[in-house]
């Protein structure tokens, strides 16, 4: 289950509106991939399509569909939006990270 903070819906919504996506049926694709300065980093993007091997989550409203390989890491995982003053983005909130980078966009287990 990926859960979604409500700073993070309201700003999905925004986005998705403003990217011509519709996010009452759309989605948002989560994945990981590797690289980053810790080995490994997320990868967020809309999508439209769901493939037989996605997993698809619903919370808060928000449609969340996430590849079989990258679910492994991404359990009990909270997606959130910071727009303080280190700069905006989306932030995910992973329990099963052991490190994390120091920007929070890559992380190792």
Known sequence: MIKVSETAKKKVIELMAE??????KDFIRVGVKSGGCSGLSYDLKFDTEQHDEDKLFEDNGVKI???KKSF???IGTTLEYSGGLNGAGFVFNNPNA??????GESFSL
């Open 98 to 103: 052991n490190r994390t980078c120091g920007c």
């Open 19 to 24: 990217d011509g996506y519709n996010p009452s």
């Open 65 to 67: 569909i996430v590849d």
């Open 72 to 74: 492994l890491y991404l």
